[in-house]
Structures are given as C-alpha cells and as structure tokens.
C-alpha cells in the first residue's frame, strides 16, 4: 500500500447534447500539451468516446460504471490506474443524474463522482440564458447529499459580455463559479453512425486537430483555475497492482477480432483476461484469411459488422477457419456483432443479405431505430464458458438489429435468464451450443472474479 494524492475532475452535464465529449477532448487536449500524463475515463457502458480519449492521452480509457460494476472494484480501478499519472479526467453520460432508472442515481456520473470524491463540473448549454444559470446551478448543487460540485462551463454562449453575466449570476450568489465559457461554434462536429460518434482514428485526431483543440481550451477556459479545483483533494491510499497469474506450461492464446468492424471491448476486461493467464492474439475478419495458430479460446466482440458486411461476407476462408476451429470442441464466445457475424448472414436497412459464418442457425435484420439500450443482469440456467449455473454477471444491451428465423431445438439453448432494472420481468438468451456461446448482450466480467476463473478453468481443460 501506498498514499498519493490523486488530481482528478468529473465533466458532467445537465444533459445529453450539452457538449461533454468536445469539451472533456479540448480539456486532455490542452493538459497534454502542458506535459501532463492524463488519465482518462469513461462513465457508463460506451465504446466510442473512449477511442477519443484514449488516442489524445496516449493512454488506454477505461469506463467506470456504477451499476455493472459495483462501488469497490470501481474505486480500486479508479485508484489503480491515476495512481500512474498526473491527473485523471472522468467523462460522464448523459444528464449528471442521469442513470440505471429515474428514481435513483445508480449508474450516474453523479454517483460516480460521489464515489470517488471527485471534482465536479457541470456543463450546461447557456444559450439565450443569463440569471436563470444560479437557478440550475443551484438547483444541481443541493439535489443530492455530498455532491463535489465545483465549477460550471458554459458552453453556446453568445458573447464575452454574455460570459461576464453568467459569471456574475453564479458568484453573487456564492455558487460554484464558472470557469470556463465556449461561444457558439466552438467546436466542429465529430461523424456519428449508429451508436454514437464513428470510432476515432490517429487520422481524425492529427497535429491540427489536436492543435485546435488546445486553442480553444486556451480561449475559453481557466485551465489553472481548473487544475486547482482537480487537486483539492484528499490523498488516496493506492492497493498494490496484483501480478498476472499464468496458468500451466504456456500462456493459453485468446484470439480476439480486433479491426473497423469488431472493436467493441472494456480495456479492463483485456487485461482481466491477461492477469488469469491468457496471451491476446489479435486478428482481423476483415483482412485475414485464417485465424491465428493454436488459440485456445476465441472471443469476438461488437462493433459495426452491418457497415464491412460486404467484405465481411467475400473472406470465406476465414469462415472455414472459425468453423474448424469451433468443430475442435474449443470455447468460442461472441457478442452482440460477433454473434450478427457467426449467424447465418445479415440483413440490412436496404434489404440486401449477405451470408456470414453460419456456425448460428439464424439470420439478424438491421432495425432504422434502435432494438434495445439498456441493462442487463444475466444470470446463467446452465453451466457454461462465462459461468457455472446460478452464477450472475451484468452488462448492458445496445443494438439496432435483431434475430429472426431462429428456433429453439435440443442443440442450442438458452442459458440466460436476462433482468432489466428498469423493468419487472425476465427473458431467456445466451445461445448455447456445446463449446459456443453468443449473446447480443456485453458483458463485463473484470468486475466477476468467478466469471474469470470460470473463463481459465474451461480453457484450461483445453490445452
């Protein structure tokens, strides 16, 4: 064990829309250019935004959430991974109070921020706003006990006079102060698909864009006034990292599709994987013939398979490869577009069908609206590659196709009993057959010890 002080802020917002994402980048933006090792993470189960945050720190993002993950596992990662560097920037989701239900701030940024005694800072969009920003203000410091509420930004304001005013509705009213205000047109829009925002690349985030970032940072924010708030903190004592735990003779090789159409994975799940033994090997469906050489469990993952289902379709030899691999009795695991891809083939929004693995006796059909966004408490009927019966794991669901021209029979099952904590019934998924097991559901088990020996025990038996 070890003390150390931990600088650290929370951007939250009122809202969706308010400009989180762009303002949090210009922030880690302008802290790296200072010099600053910048930690970052994510609150809530997304995939994209991280890609952002992880490329301009030059650091993996990791994502913290509350209900998937639970307070101590949160904390120790949190501590785990700041511990490494000069300050830690968290970047929240949706609405502060936004999160698993209306009724309660489980899964929230505010939670988290309570959780990890965090400086906070709300953006609030303060356009056509001046005395009514100490109302909201307000009103979001005194909504829940202990609350670290420290600075405002204003983003979409109109003028420097416009900023002055807001500075001094909050300070006549001895609230947070505002510490920063983006006029209108601050920022450039960044590409979204379905999901969210495109996954970022080194390309979409070069010297210039990078450069502009810092700007606008500059322009518009009190960075030191920032970094102050981000070290008024207690210090933390720090656990000691655990070593990896290598298992038999050799480490067991994982193969995991990693390329622009499955890179949907929680960096603290890789590396869970690693500390039970496993080697990462990585491999692309897109532009690889054939998998890797003796793996011994393979795991695919989400991303946007709809948009590579053309070329997707033409790799037939890795087809092959999968199928033999799967036919070896060996653990196959897929998720959400890795089960689309195992399928019999997709269809999507324009009515073309594409032939895909097929090891799954099923099609999946591209939905304009989204099928499912929420989470999921999974907990296993059967005895399987995540978990032995009665075990439970959660993750959370979030996809715009569906399945169809499925039937249940004796050779693949349903071994999940699926909760929503938004609703008060139970539905079955976790298609099961022998050594293979898809969902459309991402899991997150770095938070579940016995899911992770689970995973090194099956495969283990396997080497």
């Known amino acids: ?23 949090t980048l210009s922030i880690v933006a ?184 810092v700007g606008i940072a500059e322009a518009n924010l009190d960075i030191r006034g920032l970094l102050k708030i981000a070290g008024a903190v207690e210090p933390s004592t720090i656990p000691e990292i655990p070593k990896s735990r290598p298992r038999g003779v050799r480490p067991m090789r994982l193969g995991i599709a990693m390329d622009e159409a499955f890179h949907f994975y929680y960096q603290d799940n890789l590396e869970a994987l690693q500390g039970c033994g496993f080697e990462l090997v990585r491999f692309s469906p897109l532009k690889e013939n054939t998998l890797p050489e003796n793996l011994d469990f393979l795991y695919i993952g989400g991303g946007y398979p709809e948009e590579y289902a053309k070329e997707l379709a033409r790799n037939i030899g890795m087809f092959a490869s999968i199928c033999e691999f799967a036919a070896s009795l060996k653990p196959v695991y897929a998720e959400c577009g890795g089960l689309m891809y195992l399928s019999r083939g997709m269809e999507l929004d324009d009515g073309s069908k594409h032939e895909m693995v097929g090891l799954f006796p099923a099609w999946t059909r591209m939905r304009r609206s989204f099928k499912a966004l929420r989470y999921c408490e999974v907990t296993f009927e059967k005895d399987s590659i995540l978990s032995r019966e009665g075990g439970r794991i959660r993750g959370h669901e979030f996809h715009y196709s569906e399945i169809t021209d499925f039937q249940d029979d004796d050779n693949w099952q349903r071994v999940y009993s699926v909760k929503r904590p938004s609703q008060n019934f139970t539905f079955r998924e976790g298609f099961q057959r022998s050594n293979i097991l898809l969902s459309y559901i991402h899991l997150h088990f770095a938070s579940n010890p016995e899911a992770l020996n689970r995973i090194a025990s099956v495969c283990s038996k396997q080497t």
């Not at 064990?1 to 951007?11: A, G, H, T, V, Y």
């Not at 005194?142 to 807001?166: C, M, Q």
Request: with cysteine; charged share 20%.
């Open 30 to 213: 302008a802290l790296c250019a200072k010099g600053l090792k910048v930690q970052t993470f994510k609150v809530g189960p997304d995939y994209l935004d991280p890609t952002y945050l992880s490329i301009l720190s030059g650091r993996a993002c990791y994502n913290l959430d509350g209900w998937m993950m639970g307070k101590e596992y949160v904390i120790r990662l949190f501590k785990e991974k700041s511990s490494q560097c000069d300050i830690s920037i968290i970047e929240g989701v949706m609405g502060l109070f936004d999160g698993a239900q209306p009724d309660s701030i489980t899964g929230s940024s505010a939670e988290m921020a309570i959780w990890l005694k965090a400086p906070t800072i709300l953006i609030l969009n303060a356009h056509g706003m001046a005395g009514s920003i100490a109302a909201i203000v307000k009103g979001f410091c005194g909504f829940v006990p202990d609350l670290p509420l420290r600075g405002v930004l204003a983003n979409y304001t109109g003028s420097e006079n416009h900023k002055i005013w807001l500075e001094k509705a909050c300070s006549s009213r001895n609230l947070a102060p505002v510490v920063g205000a983006f006029p209108r047109g601050a920022f450039k829009g960044f590409s979204s698909r379905r999901l969210g925002l495109v996954t970022a690349s080194e390309q979409m985030l070069g010297n210039q864009e990078r450069s502009e970032l």
């Open 1 to 23: 064990m070890s003390i150390k002080k931990l600088p650290r802020l929370l951007i939250g917002a009122i809202q969706s829309g308010a400009g989180k994402t762009s303002v």
